[in-house]
Every structure is written in structure tokens, then in C-alpha cells.
């Protein structure tokens, strides 16, 4: 099937605004992943969601960070009142959950805060 | 100490030659490998995964686990130009159903 999507591709928002990222994840993958890779850098983990629920939220950097799932499905990344330091690339990756545990990415979103 | 370590490269090896990328990890209990290949401006993709100890061939690439010492690596045999990316090692730890990235080791192959 499809694999995992994500929109918009791209964004650039003012410093100070909400911002949204989607994620799609490929059909039948329980797990859900979100990652954030700044310019040269590696992957740094932000959540994950097994069905609707996040059990490991250590990663978001600030409370201006927030996710949800619906319908053991589409994932919607937040950040209010970005910062410039937010400027990223926002991966989102989809396994089937326990096992096996090979994710599958995203194209990911390009995210620039001005 | 960092829970994935890599060399970040970059390295470099001749077209044809063995290229053998290293990752050591510290949760002594984690329990499944990947490795996953990301171009430049792309998003990662798995090439490989690795559960027991010892080696896992498929095509050119070889990954190899030593849970006693701590270390995965991937062997890459006759390497091609098309193969130069930042490669990137993944673990799950044991405690967490999350899967924790090194920082990737570049790889150039010259022509």
C-alpha cells in the first residue's frame, strides 16, 4: 500500500505563530514516530504513540510541543509560538508496534521560522 | 555517555572496496538493531535489521551484532559511488518501545 505521508512538505511561518504537522502513517502500522533532524544533524526523538495513546512524551523539548493521534491513524505535531530554533526538518516514521519494530519514513516537513 | 554513538565520518573508500561503518549503544539490554541509509535531503530508509548475535547478510550489505561488547556494524562490500549517504544506527531500548538514533557516519565512495 501507500507508504507513510506527511504535509505540508514545507512551511515557513513567522516567529511568534502555531504551526501544524501532519502524518499519515502507512495502513495497518500501529506505532507512530515523531523525529526532529536540524540542518546536518541527526535524529533527535520528539513521541511516539502506540494506537491513540503516547507513552513516552520525554522527548518534546518544551511545552510549546504537543501531538495527538486519532483513530489509530493520523498524528498532528503542534508547536505554539514558534521559535526560530524549531527551524527543522520534521520526520514522522510508522511501524507495525511491537514486533517488528523497522520503521518506515515519512518524506518529512521542512519547517522555517522567520 | 550517549545511548548510540557513531563516528560521524566522513569516510572515505576507493569504488570496489569494503566500507565498514561501527555503533556501540549502552542499554546492555536493547534488543533490536537497524540500519537505516539517508541521501542528502531525503528522508532515512531501512536497509537492514538485526536481532541475534552474529552476522546478517543481504546483497552487498552485512550487518554484525556483538551484544557482549556492545557494537553493530555494517559491512558494505564492493562499494559504489551511488552508496555514499549518512548512514544511520538505530536501537530500541529495553525499557521503552522507542527506537533511539545515532548521529550517522557519513560515507563518500570515490570513483
Known amino acids: 500500500g501507500a507508504g507513510v505521508s506527511q504535509s505540508p512538505s514545507n512551511k515557513v511561518t513567522e516567529k511568534g505563530k502555531d504551526v501544524e504537522l501532519r502524518c499519515d502513517p502507512i495502513?495497518?502500522?500501529?506505532?507512530l514516530y515523531w523525529y526532529r533532524q536540524r540542518l546536518g544533524q541527526g535524529l533527535e526523538f520528539l513521541i511516539y504513540?502506540?494506537?491513540?495513546?503516547?507513552?513516552?512524551k520525554s522527548g518534546l523539548p518544551s511545552d510549546r510541543f504537543s501531538a495527538e493521534r486519532t483513530g489509530e491513524s493520523v498524528s498532528t505535531l503542534t508547536i505554539q509560538r514558534t521559535q526560530q530554533e524549531d527551524s527543522a526538518v520534521y520526520l514522522c516514521?510508522?511501524?507495525?508496534?511491537?514486533?517488528?519494530?523497522?520503521?518506515?519514513f515519512g518524506p518529512g516537513t521542512r519547517l522555517t521560522v522567520t | 555517555q550517549k545511548e548510540v554513538e557513531q563516528n560521524s565520518g566522513p569516510l572515505s573508500v576507493p569504488e570496489g572496496a569494503i566500507a565498514s561503518l561501527n555503533c556501540t549503544y549502552s542499554d546492555r539490554g536493547s534488543q533490536s538493531f537497524f540500519w537505516y541509509r539517508q541521501y542528502s535531503g531525503k528522508s532515512p530508509e531501512l536497509i537492514m535489521f538485526i536481532y541475534s548475535n552474529g552476522d546478517k547478510e543481504d546483497g552487498r550489505f552485512t550487518a554484525q551484532l556483538n551484544k557482549a561488547s556492545q557494537y553493530v556494524s555494517l559491512l558494505i562490500r564492493d562499494s559504489q559511488p551511488s552508496d555514499s549517504a549518512t548512514y544511520l544506527c538505530a536501537v530500541k531500548i529495553t525499557s521503552y518501545d522507542k527506537v533511539i538514533f545515532g548521529p550517522g557516519t557519513s560515507l563518500s565512495v570515490i570513483p
Open positions: 495502513s495497518g502500522h500501529t506505532a
Open positions: 504513540f502506540q494506537g491513540n495513546s503516547a507513552p513516552d
Open positions: 516514521a510508522s511501524s507495525y508496534g511491537l514486533d517488528p519494530y523497522e520503521q518506515y
